[in-house]
């Protein structure tokens, strides 16, 4: 299964950007889907998660100002960035986990995709 990231870009501080996140393949069930960041010289960390039931979670840092939604049909995850701060930029990863058709068998997936690199000036 594959995952494409789109959206980053260079945006001033109070901006807002969508990221986007298609995921293509012979795909069987998406279970979760997340979106994790890293900037230089940092660990990758988990940004916002949502489960197939559409449960969400955030990390502290950007309750309130970043969404994240799922597009079942489409197989694509998003993550609405509202009110950005300098210290939101990074590369955005998004991340699926589920099942896949390979040959006669349903198999367990996970992916990532490229990156998207999101750039907030002050």
């Known amino acids: 299964v594959q995952l494409q990231a789109s959206g980053g870009g260079l945006v001033q501080a109070g901006g807002s950007l969508r990221l986007s996140c298609a995921a293509s393949?012979?795909?069987?069930?998406?279970?979760?889907m997340a979106w994790y960041r890293q900037a230089p010289g940092k660990q990758r960390e988990l940004v916002a998660h949502?489960?197939?039931?559409?449960?969400?979670n955030y990390v502290d840092s950007v309750k309130g100002r970043f969404t994240i939604s799922r597009d079942n049909a489409k197989n694509t995850v998003y993550l609405q960035m509202n009110s950005l701060k300098p210290e939101d930029t990074a590369v955005y990863y998004c991340?699926?986990?589920?099942?896949?058709?390979?040959?006669?068998?349903?198999?367990?997936?996970?992916?990532w995709g490229q990156g998207t690199l999101v750039t907030v000036s002050s």
């Open positions: 991340n699926a986990e589920g099942f896949h058709y390979s040959d006669r068998y349903v198999l367990p997936f996970t992916s």
């Open positions: 393949g012979r795909i069987s069930r998406i279970n979760a």
């Open positions: 949502i489960t197939s039931g559409d449960n969400t």
